[in-house]
Nanobody, 129 residues
Framework: QVQLVDSGGGSPQAGGSLRLSCAAS????????MGWFRQAPGKEREGIAG????????YYADSVPGRFTIYQDNAKNTVYLQMNSLKVEDTAMYYC??????????????????????WGQGTQVTVSS
């Protein structure tokens, strides 16, 4: 079974930076999309960033352009989320996800969790003021 391990969370101050990592147990080129999502207590899970693995096309939520960057390292089978200029409202549990090429389920877009079927365990980001 394919596994994703997400890591890199922490407790930065507002204005600081973190880099989250999502390491896959297999070649990430067997995926079509990978994405980063977050969920704060009492809130719905929201898509933050997505990447089309083959072409490295990227997609971002309206709240993060200019602050967050998703990118991949094929040699390490890892996708990263670089987060800069962090805000208190970025506090959440962050999850990575993947969609395998062979998966036949419907697609709702790179920032919609319904199109993904495998998830990391989550990594907590808590931003202090």
């Amino acid at each position: 079974q394919v596994q994703l391990v997400d890591s890199g969370g922490g407790s930065p101050q507002a204005g600081g930076s973190l880099r989250l990592s999502c390491a896959a147990s297999t070649d990430i080129n067997t995926f079509t999309y990978m994405g980063w999502f977050r969920q704060a207590p009492g809130k719905e899970r929201e898509g933050i960033a997505g990447i089309y693995v083959r072409d490295v096309d990227t997609y971002y939520a309206d709240s993060v352009p200019g602050r967050f960057t998703i990118y991949q390292d094929n040699a390490k089978n890892t996708v990263y989320l670089q987060m800069n200029s962090l805000k208190v409202e970025d506090t959440a549990m962050y999850y990575c996800a993947e969609r395998e090429r062979q998966y036949g389920g419907p697609w709702y877009g790179p920032l919609d969790q319904r199109g993904y079927h495998r998830w990391g365990q989550g990594t907590q980001v808590t931003v202090s003021s």
